[in-house]
């Protein structure tokens, strides 16, 4: 899942960075309002974290734009500004969500996977298909009662898949849903990723659950596509 982070604090940013990462999150960051306006407008986000004192450009202008701009990304806005009113303006201005400086990044990472759901009209945490089940809160995957012990981008990977069963996923669709604009299109990572996911949930198992479709992606699917 790609992450878009606007925050002008380096530190903070760094950290923040840090931790999505660590649950296999893609994240890009902008340092201003305008850059971080301008990412939205070009690439496609699960969510875009926005905090509202920024330089060039505060986080309400730039939550504005980009919805008069008809970017329904959902935005949570980060800030140290805690009064009644400050969160009214942010949410009058188009946000989805509001933290308040400072918190715990469990209730962050909660925050940001509600928000997900509700973009991707997925309102459970739970994932079962063709016997494999997915728990996105424990970020735990078994399959016919077998624990399977995934990386964090195996486990995102293999969630991506499952919220899109019997249809092509294509190779642009995993890599902004797995990695950040730096990742070069060209490598061979993916292959590699879905190599090793297919190991672990295919291998000692009657019948794969990754296909794939020359030329055009993977299928995640009980039937040969």
């Not at 790609?2 to 940013?13: F, H």
């Not at 078994?142 to 990386?151: F, K, N, V, Y």
């Not at 919220?163 to 730096?182: A, F, G």
Request: proline fraction near 3%; charge should be neutral.
């Amino acid at each position: 899942m790609r992450i878009l982070l606007i925050e002008d604090d380096a530190v903070l940013s760094a950290s923040i960075a840090k931790h999505l990462k660590a649950h296999a999150y893609a994240v890009d960051i902008a340092s201003d309002g305008a850059k971080g306006e301008e990412l939205a407008k070009v690439a496609t986000y699960a969510v875009i974290i926005l905090d509202v004192m920024l330089p060039r450009q505060d986080g309400w202008t730039t939550c504005t734009n980009l919805r008069q701009a008809k970017v329904l990304t959902p935005i949570l806005m980060l800030t140290a500004l805690g009064e009644v009113e400050d969160r009214i303006k942010g949410l009058d201005s188009g946000a989805d969500d509001y933290l308040v400086k400072p918190f715990h990044v469990g209730e962050l990472l909660a925050r940001i996977r509600s928000l997900a759901r509700r973009a991707t009209e997925v309102r459970t945490t739970l994932l079962e298909l063709f016997g494999l089940r997915l728990d996105l809160n424990l970020r735990k995957a078994s399959r016919e009662g077998r624990d399977i012990a995934l990386t964090a981008k195996e486990f995102a990977l293999l969630e991506l898949f499952m919220m899109k069963p019997n249809r092509i996923v294509t190779r642009e669709e995993i890599s902004e849903h797995l990695w950040d604009m730096n990742f070069d299109p060209r490598s061979n990572v993916i292959e590699s990723f879905v190599r090793f996911l297919r190991k672990k949930i295919d291998q000692t198992f009657s019948h794969s659950l990754i296909h794939t479709v020359r030329g055009a992606g993977y299928v995640f699917s009980d039937r040969e596509p």
